[in-house]
């Protein structure tokens, strides 16, 4: 293994974490339609709740037929 192949191995993990960062955040903003998480009421907290699971179940299933489709 050269130095090129261990640098461009070591910023792609840094540029995942970023991009996963980014995505997560974002898709955190939209369960939150923008609302600032302290002037949220109790229903909007749960709305938002129910939204992140459904992103998370989105993911694990893209995940699975990703497998499936090998």
């Known amino acids: 293994m050269n130095l090129n192949q ?3 191995m070591v910023v792609r993990m ?3 974490k970023g991009v996963n960062w980014g995505i997560n ?3 955190d903003y939209a369960a939150r339609r923008g609302k600032a998480p ?3 009421t109790q229903a909007d907290h749960a709305q938002a709740n129910s939204a992140r ?3 998370k179940r989105a993911r694990k299933a893209a995940r699975i037929t990703r497998r499936i489709g090998r």
Do not use: E, Q, S, T
């Open 6 to 8: 261990i640098w461009n």
């Open 53 to 55: 699971d459904l992103a």
């Open 38 to 40: 302290g002037k949220m």
């Open 14 to 16: 840094f540029v995942r």
């Open 25 to 27: 955040k974002g898709v």
